[in-house]
């Protein structure tokens, strides 16, 4: 896997590199932050849709459906005890003239996303401080 670098730019405002690709990061207002860019929190949700949009393109394209005009409108709600994303919606939109009968098929593809099977299995992480 490609290295990814994530670098301070100032107090809850980080860049992140990988591949040659650039975005940033940042906290809302309310949130001690200077609103420069998403939060991490969205930034997952947003590669979770991102994900899920690509599944359903590869399962249109795979099965000769139409394959444009994939949209996914996602919102979260937040948790304490530990501070964490405690849900996600996700409402997608299939592009026009999707076969009816196969709704529930690509619903049960875009469950074996990347993304979405890293929420569900928690992955280990090995935080050396150097």
């Not at 619903?107 to 150097?130: F, G, Y």
């Amino acid at each position: 896997m490609d290295l990814i670098r994530v670098e301070q730019l100032a107090g809850q405002h980080f860049r992140v590199t990988v591949r040659g690709h650039v975005f940033e990061t940042d906290m809302s207002l309310a949130d001690h932050g200077n609103d420069a860019a998403p939060s991490p929190s969205e930034l997952l949700v947003g590669a979770l849709g991102a994900c899920m949009g690509m599944l359903v393109n590869r399962y249109c394209v795979n099965h000769e459906y139409p394959a444009e005009g994939i949209g996914l409108d996602m919102t979260f709600q937040l948790a304490d005890k530990p501070k964490r994303i405690a849900a996600i919606t996700a409402d997608l939109t299939l592009p026009e003239g999707f076969p009816e009968d196969r709704r529930e098929a690509v619903q049960r593809a875009v469950h074996s996303c990347v993304v979405h099977n890293t929420l569900d299995v928690k992955p280990e992480i090995d935080l050396d401080v150097v």
